[in-house]
């Protein structure tokens, strides 16, 4: 029984996203991947303790017969990856439980594992249903993924919140220090939407399997989600716990804003963080003063050295003076896309609101000041 | 006192370097770089315990007077290289024992360090000569650099052996599961030399600042060497201990020999290296068999895979069978620069002789056979 591979090129990207989904146990059946194939469909399944992916795809190979074995993702991913030029043949040893990768003259022989034991996973066909685009779901995801927090010990930060009013889905990331939230909005009216915490892992493999999706359909029901497209299904468990609200960390009153081109800003915070290395430090004081030039001066002081950068303002109203992380200010800003950004100061102690110019304002970050 | 950076790139290059030399112990004097300038010449100065660097240059900058500065050599470079555009100005303060880079209206202000406890460097000017092509010494050092032992159990190993018949400089190293030699002709004749053994930061370094120099003089007393180029000076410790005698590990008699196109095994090694990870071995089977088609099989197995690939050979000479660790022998080939290679075999346990295919044969590698 043998598999033709008519696409090498699309059948590795398929198999790649199976292969980051898998396990990286490697004494797991969740270690390998599921590979099926009938005709020129083909089937390839990858999971882990809490997410499963299958991906359809048809004309990318041909089988001769109904064909279906489970093998190490990642070493035959890279085999795959690597192979000599020519046309490629999967070839299932049914008596040595094995699978030959031929080429030419060339042949690489892999055992393969019991697929009879691969977990069969159940997918979501009920519980609240949602209509998004895909690649906007995706850039939405890639924007807040940043503020995500790193740190184990409040687990539900380091998900997406996902919240619905019906019309949009909010995605929101936090790590207590910086925040960011973007919009998305619903192809079909829907209900609302509460405590749905997409984990770490899911967000990254999501962001890469509906880049380029027009329509998906997003089921969750309990702890779970199931992410459907014309040729892919993907579920997850979700986070248990309940996340913040942030509703009212979001400042309404400003003392001081100001536009800032965006990239400006991030070159000079690149600049304080270099500036600022030989005491592992990352704050850096930032004055917007509205002298005859209105101007922004980060000020940042080491032991052995100190500097000044100086960025002209071109809207300022107010002023202030206040300390603030260049790191997270610089992930705010490379979050969003605008040419230019506005900063809002709602007090030297409150969060800073950071929002881009333009008329569909669906983004925002904060960023809380360092005393 | 200020210097004025007239050409910010060439300036960059030059810190670079003389950064790379300098100590990475923070806490030593030695982690400095120290600048000088008068008029329109430059120079700046790098070192640690074994080397001294000190390039020369000029039109790079202008001084109003004859100014002097050390300045922590990491922390200078990184802030130099990630500047703000504009012209660029360096400003020294003397009463603050700091140096200010100004750029427009941002200044970056570093403390200086005790630059007249800076330690002066003994140059060589006596001992035995060599004039040599500088980029061709670079060349050869590239080429057997990666057969370097990376195990201090054996120091000497860590080293190049350059040894000298008058004519020639040969460049040797060898961690004694693998050698690669080179023999870069003199610009002069000169006298013999031997156990002159450059340590590993050395090879490092002159492969980058001889790149692109034409002609440079060595010296060479005791234990330290000094290399001369129009615009650098560069001085370093050797390794001391015997370098092994390695002549009579060189083969003279075979039992098979075959012409291989390089890239091409340069590939199946690759694959045959995948092939062999879930066991974590690097050593394939290697059958030159001359058959109706002459060929080589490379043949691998771990516990849950196996392979062969097939190369086809154009001009073999006897049959043989030989383990080979591909590793090895990929960065053996990898160090040859010629479309074909001659491979030749004295026995099963004997060193693989590896030579480019050209004739100027002024190159081969050993790899030794894996039981």
């Known amino acids: 029984m043998s598999i033709k591979i008519n696409h090498l090129k699309g059948f590795l990207q398929v198999l790649e996203r199976a292969k980051a989904v898998a396990s990286d146990k490697n004494d797991d059946i969740k270690s390998g991947v599921l590979i099926q194939a009938k005709g020129t469909s083909l089937s390839i399944r990858g999971m882990d303790e809490n997410i499963s992916l299958e991906i359809q795809s048809n004309e990318l190979t041909g089988a001769t017969k109904e064909t279906s074995f489970l093998v190490p993702a990642s070493f035959f991913q890279e085999l795959m990856k690597n192979l000599p030029k ?25 055992a393969t594992m019991n697929g009879e034991d691969y977990p069969v996973v159940d997918v979501l066909q009920e519980g609240n249903s949602f209509k998004i685009d895909g690649t906007l779901f995706s850039e939405g995801l890639s924007a807040v993924k940043h503020a995500t927090s790193e740190n184990e010990t409040r687990p539900i930060l380091t998900g997406v919140h996902i919240v619905s009013n019906g019309q949009y889905l909010t995605l929101i990331a936090t790590d207590s220090h910086r925040l960011a939230a973007k919009a998305v909005p619903l192809l079909q009216e829907a209900t609302e939407l509460k405590n749905t915490v997409l984990p770490k892992k899911s967000i990254d493999e999501l962001i890469q399997i509906l880049s380029n999706v027009k329509e998906c359909e997003m089921i969750i029901h309990e702890n779970r989600m199931t992410i459907k497209t014309d040729n892919l299904t993907f579920t997850t468990r979700l986070l248990e716990g309940s996340y913040p609200d942030i509703t009212k960390l979001i400042p309404n009153d400003f003392e001081c804003q100001s536009k800032v081109n965006r990239e400006e800003l991030i070159r000079a915070c690149d600049r304080a963080k270099i500036s600022l290395k030989p005491d592992k430090k990352k704050v850096a004081k930032f004055h917007f003063k509205n002298s005859e030039l209105p101007a922004l001066d980060l000020i940042f002081t080491t032991s052995i050295s100190s500097g000044k950068e100086e960025l002209f303002l071109a809207d300022l109203e107010g002023e202030i003076t206040i ?49």
Do not use: C, H, W
Not at 88 to 108: A, C, D, P, T, W
């Open 323 to 371: 300390n603030l992380d260049v790191v997270y200010l610089k992930d705010s800003l490379q979050s969003l896309t605008t040419r230019d950004v506005l900063i809002q100061f709602a007090g030297v102690m409150k969060p800073v609101l950071i929002k881009p110019v333009s008329e569909d304002a669906a983004q925002f970050a904060l960023v809380l000041p360092v005393r």
């Open 86 to 110: 020519g046309d490629v043949k999967l070839v299932k040893k049914e008596s040595k439980n094995e699978v030959n990768i031929v080429v030419g003259k060339s042949q690489f022989n892999i």
